[in-house]
């Protein structure tokens, strides 16, 4: 090009003229992360065109092609780094909801305590890396990567609106779900690899939860699927503004969700894998440090996830009734799920933890048949006509 | 007089068993957010403590006599007594108190007979070193000593208690006196120059054999403070504490 | 009354009749002589003191005949001459309190052990043997509890003396 | 270890540094997948000779001692020690001093009983009880400083009376402690006994019966959960005991709820004896003793000592020799005995059920150990 001033590089596109453009429909954090692209790629560009004039890398760095890679890997970037703020967002709120509840104060680091979590995450992150000598290494260090991995993962892979998702596909809920049940199983890897009994205990706790809760959890699933008839995400959202929230038909199987929800994400009165009063910490007794920091990152990916699950399958997803898509429905998301994740944090406040039988007991014995029951309710309404 | 709990008490559940704590919990929320949790922000604000609030032990210099009760009814012994130099240049005895051995049990303070010993509502004694643990008399000096701080024994005579009179408080100082049995004494003064009030007084009562002067201690009631110094340094075991009961 | 029937509340004198009927004059009657004392007066504590043959049957005597269901402790004294092993024993009925003294050779500090009487009495015989070298004979466990195991002195006895103490 | 592995049990040693051991001592337990099948208590990380030490003090010099036996219940420590010295010189304490000792004892056991609670809490797993239970303590623990000083190691008795008269208005604070409390015990009963997931973590578990109680000596609130109505404040008064009327909570089901649930209304009881105790006291003049001078010597001779702990029944044996400093002095401390009977309430149960159960004997290692 002849004329190279910076404004030549830097030229804001609409995503969708992109002739790579990977998706069908409007993508948000692609839309940034291109722009971010157009800027940075136009910045070196034009620096590097400053430098040699008339050069070809400097074209080839904002050619449609180009752009495309790296806008989707800052889109993942961009991601990541919305869920990771909601993460300590919601770490926030358990804190301070807690801390009301039990009439106390709660953190007071930074404006209004919000820089707690970040406290937090600098302590553990100096801390000394230490293994136990015995543990089974690979493992050891494999299924710590792998747990934090998926959990991390399926958060990402929730969308918070229909123009802010990682993947447009057709079976959307059932990969989330596929993913979110992967942890239990690496957790009993986790476990048996530390060497450590009270973290084997913790991990064969942690299978034992999944084998009850994954199945009504599945049933319920079924329930919302059959509503719908589809597994898109979108679908289900869609169709729950233009007939009505689930959670009106669907009542019974919101609360059982709800506590499988808990269940799943091992959080308390359910979190019998890491029971601190009689297994030190259950399953991450061994893990000391950052490690233990990125579990816990990990966990709240995990009940950010199970809050999703329950604002999407339950609540309009980032819907409104009468409203439609409101002008940013991705806050209308995730202030809804700060709602759900309110009731998760009531419920620890109120509850003691639940004993190994008791929780199976509730799992096959109480959930179970309501989920079922909950399931025919479904279907009775779809014979009848009215969904 | 009945049950206020057990009658109650055990109920059973009809599947609501946990409705009444998520409603006492939220409840409990907005009451806290509306007023002010109870937790004190201790390094900003700090809690109310009453002045006879037993903290570290605090001295006022004037007052003290010297005598060694603290020293000697400190359970821990830490409690030494060391020469400093008083107001106008004198050296006299005063108790250095090592705090980190301090169990802040207020012996000194009840025990002390004119009340230099006082309990303090100083709680904030952390140092960085064992050495600045020890408080020499000096330091032991607290500003707002009130009379509050001052622990006062107010015993009751089981004599007086039996003869019915139950309104003469009294305390170990003021009854409890050395006794002489004077056929040990050998007039070596040794109580004389240990006593802290100078209530002991070298008399002469007679001359021995060789003439020379026989002088026996006399004690001075109104100034005995019964701390035990004399009787503590006496040789020969002549003088003992009567106690009165 | 048949031999094995349990007196469920035997009172002050019943239990004192009833040693005496039984043990004669292998147990010595001690009268305490405190005036102030409102246990003592209201007749809530027996003090006996027996020799090392006699505490066996006369401990399940107490137990299984007068429903003295409680060892209350077991502790030991020195008494540099001699040891002296001193049991507590409680019937929940009356609240009536039997304190029996034992005395102990230093040279041959065995006793029978109450534990197969009561189970309480196990912790406080292997303090007791621990801190005094007290061997009680037929304990299931006579371990040491409180000190290490690599402990080859017995703490609580005067012979055994404290830094400062002469 | 002498016992060989299982390929289906295996020993879980918990403790010493445990979630779940309130203090320093270790429960081994052999587990065959989440039952217990054998346990083994340890204890003696504590041991400091306590016993030793005091042979070499003088009888007053040991007060402050005994409020060290236990960190929360040292108001009824140093109380058992001043009265096992009182009988051995044979004194009675005056009245006055009896009805604020039973004052102060009685503010000890809620206090102490509201550890118990918040470590039932921090066991079942619910932080909220926790809490509470010590935000409400903390008025008991105000009371204690204005009354001795201190807020945990009181000092407060002495041989022969108490340390100081009631502070100015202690009376009107006390009442005002005690009508607050009686109030908010049931909101965090709200928590415990109306949340069906608490009372089911707790029912059925850890039973005992009551031969067994007995045999195994296992005193206080974990002996009459079980059926044995035995109370050394009713059945063997000391001080002003005898003349306040309290009933004794005794439940016959043996189990760890019922233990809780012989607490809290022990707790009821113990603000019901000091309402009883200031109303006897208001009628005492203000003026009359409340301490008197006793000798310095204890007369050679024995003296036996008994207390209602909270925790159970606690025993000083005193041996006097004539001098300034007791020629023995033996503790029989409630804690060491229940923890000594642990298995028998363990053995059955699930790991899960430890920490439930072992709350129910409220722990407390300085007396265990002493």
Avoid at chain 1, 147 to 154: E, F, N, W
Wanted: net charge neutral; aromatic share 12%.
């Amino acid at each position: 090009m002849p004329y190279n001033s910076i404004l030549n590089w830097i030229v804001f596109t609409d995503p969708m003229q992109n002739g790579y453009y990977p998706y069908s429909v409007y993508n948000l954090p692609y839309d940034i992360g291109l722009k971010l692209w157009e800027l940075l790629g136009g910045l070196i560009a034009w620096l590097i065109n400053l430098l040699v004039p008339g050069n070809c890398v400097s074209t080839w760095l904002v050619c449609d092609q180009v752009a495309n890679v790296f806008a989707i890997i800052l889109m993942v970037v961009v991601i990541f780094a919305v869920g990771f703020i909601i993460n300590l967002t919601m770490i926030w709120e358990e804190r301070k909801v807690l801390g009301r509840m039990m009439d106390r104060r709660a953190t007071k680091i930074g404006p209004l305590g919000y820089f707690q979590c970040l406290a937090d995450g600098l302590k553990t992150f100096m801390k000394e890396n230490i293994a136990p000598k015995k543990a089974d290494k690979k493992i050891y260090w494999w299924a710590l990567a792998l747990v934090i991995g998926v959990s991390v993962l399926v958060a990402c892979m929730v969308p918070l609106s229909g123009r802010w998702f990682i993947a447009d596909y057709g079976t959307g809920l059932l990969i989330i779900f596929g993913l979110f049940a992967l942890a239990p199983f690496l957790i009993l890897c986790a476990g048996w690899a530390q060497n450590n009994k009270y973290s084997l205990i913790g991990g064969l706790r942690a299978a034992e939860l999944m084998i009850s809760y994954e199945i009504p959890m599945l049933l319920l699933l079924t329930g919302v699927i059959l509503m719908t008839g589809s597994f898109n995400i979108n679908d289900i959202v869609n169709a729950q503004y233009e007939n009505t929230w689930y959670i009106i038909p669907q009542f019974l199987g919101f609360i059982v969700f709800l506590i499988c929800a808990i269940a799943e994400s091992e959080r308390v009165p359910f979190d019998l894998s890491e029971a601190e009063a009689e297994l030190v910490e259950g399953w991450q007794t061994e893990y000391a440090g950052m490690k233990w920091g990125l579990i816990m990152l990990g966990d709240y990916f995990r009940g950010y996830v199970a809050c999703a699950l329950v604002v999407i399958m339950y609540l309009g997803g980032w819907m409104l009734p009468y409203f439609g898509s409101t002008p940013v429905p991705e806050l209308v998301f995730i202030a809804k799920v700060f709602l759900v994740f309110f009731i998760f944090v009531w419920a620890r406040a109120a509850l003691p933890r639940v004993r190994t039988d008791q929780i199976l007991n509730i799992g096959w014995k109480i959930l179970m048949p309501l989920a079922v029951v909950n399931l025919a309710i479904v279907i009775a309404l779809r014979m009848g006509g009215v969904f | 007089m009945t049950y206020k709990y057990l009658d109650k008490y055990p109920k059973k559940f009809r599947g609501t068993g946990v409705l009444k704590p998520l409603w006492m919990t939220l409840k409990r929320m907005f009451k806290s957010t509306a007023h002010r949790p109870v937790t004190i922000m201790y390094p900003y604000e700090k809690e109310w403590v009453p002045d006879n609030y037993r903290g570290r032990p605090g001295l006022r210099f004037d007052r003290c006599l010297g005598c060694g009760i603290c020293v000697r009814v400190c359970p821990t012994t830490c409690i030494k007594l060391v020469e400093v130099a008083d107001d106008s240049g004198n050296m006299v005895k005063r108790p250095q108190v090592n705090i980190g051995r301090c169990m802040m049990c207020g012996y000194c303070a009840e025990y002390c007979p004119v009340d230099a010993m006082t309990t303090t509502t100083d709680y904030e004694l952390a140092e960085f070193t064992r050495e600045a643990l020890i408080y020499d008399p000096r330091r032991l000096n607290f500003e707002g000593t009130n009379e509050m701080m001052e622990v006062h024994i107010e015993e009751h005579l089981l004599s007086n208690l039996a003869k019915g009179i139950e309104d003469k408080p009294t305390a170990f100082f003021d009854t409890d006196r050395p006794t002489l049995d004077a056929s040990k004494c050998i007039s070596c003064q040794k109580c004389a120059k240990v006593c802290p009030t100078h209530a002991i007084t070298m008399v002469v009562v007679g001359q021995n054999d060789k003439g020379k002067d026989i002088k026996n201690p006399k004690i001075d009631n109104n100034l005995c403070v019964s701390c035990e110094n004399c009787v503590i340094e006496c040789p020969k075991s002549a003088l003992k504490i009567k106690e009165v009961l | 009354m048949a031999d094995n029937d349990i007196i469920e509340a035997p009172s002050y004198e019943d239990t004192i009749s009833l040693l005496k009927a039984k043990f004669g004059d292998k147990l010595v009657f001690r009268t305490s002589t405190k005036k102030n004392n409102r246990a003592i007066n209201q007749k809530r504590r027996i003090f006996l003191s027996t020799d090392r043959e006699t505490i066996y049957p006369l401990c399940e005597y107490l137990h299984g005949k007068l429903n003295y269901e409680q060892a209350t402790s077991v502790c030991g004294v020195d008494w540099v001459d001699h040891l002296q092993v001193v049991y507590h024993i409680t019937n929940y009925f009356t609240a009536v309190m039997v304190e029996i003294e034992v005395d102990v050779p230093n040279d041959d500090p065995h006793i029978a052990s109450v534990t197969p009487i009561w189970g309480g009495a196990n912790w406080h015989e292997r303090e007791t043997y621990e801190l005094f070298g007290i061997i009680f004979d037929g304990h299931p466990k006579l371990e040491r509890l409180l000190t290490p195991q690599s402990y080859e002195f017995y703490p609580f006895r005067k012979s055994y003396k404290l830094r400062g103490q002469e | 270890m002498t016992e060989k592995m299982n390929a289906d049990k295996m020993w879980v040693t918990m403790g010493p540094q445990h979630p779940f051991s309130h203090g320093l001592w270790t429960l081994r337990v052999k587990v065959d997948g989440e039952i217990v099948v054998d346990a083994e208590p340890e204890v003696g990380y504590l041991h400091r000779g306590w016993e030793k030490e005091c042979e070499q003090r003088t009888y007053a010099k040991i007060i402050p001692m005994a409020d060290r036996l236990c960190y929360s219940a040292s108001m009824t420590w140093s109380h058992l020690y001043c009265k096992a010295a009182e009988e051995a010189l044979d004194i009675e304490v005056p009245e006055r001093a009896q009805y604020m000792r039973v004052i102060a004892d009685e503010i000890c056991r809620i206090q102490s009983h509201l550890m118990w609670l918040a470590a039932v809490g921090t066991d079942l797993g619910n932080l909220t009880v926790f809490l509470w239970a010590l935000r409400e303590r903390e008025f008991f623990l105000d009371l204690n400083v204005r009354l001795c000083g201190q807020r945990l190691t009181t000092n407060y008795p002495r041989i022969g009376g108490v340390r100081s008269d009631m502070p100015y208005y202690f009376e009107r604070d006390c009442m005002r402690a005690v009508e607050h409390f009686e109030k908010t015990l049931w909101e965090i009963i709200g928590l415990t006994d109306e949340s069906s997931i608490f009372v089911s973590r707790m029912k059925g578990i850890g039973y005992i019966t009551r031969k067994d109680v007995a045999n195994l000596g296992i005193t206080g609130p974990a002996m009459r959960g079980c059926g044995v109505d035995y109370d050394v404040r009713r059945d063997d008064p000391y001080d002003a005991y005898d003349q306040l009327t309290f009933e004794v909570p005794v439940l016959k089901e043996g189990d760890t709820y019922s233990r809780y649930m012989v607490r809290i209304e022990e707790l009821f009881q113990s603000c019901e004896l000091i309402r009883q105790a200031m109303k006897k006291l208001e009628s005492i003049p203000k003026t009359a003793p409340y301490r008197v001078k006793v000798p310095r010597c204890v007369p050679a001779g024995t003296t036996c000592a008994k207390i209602e702990d909270p925790r159970g029944e606690s025993i000083m044996y005193l041996v006097s020799d004539g001098s300034e400093r007791p020629y023995r002095l033996k503790v029989r401390s409630p804690v060491f005995v229940n923890v000594s009977a642990s298995k028998n309430m363990v053995v059955g149960n699930r790991i899960a059920d430890i920490p439930a159960i072992m709350a129910m004997i409220d722990m407390c290692l300085g007396e265990t150990d002493r």
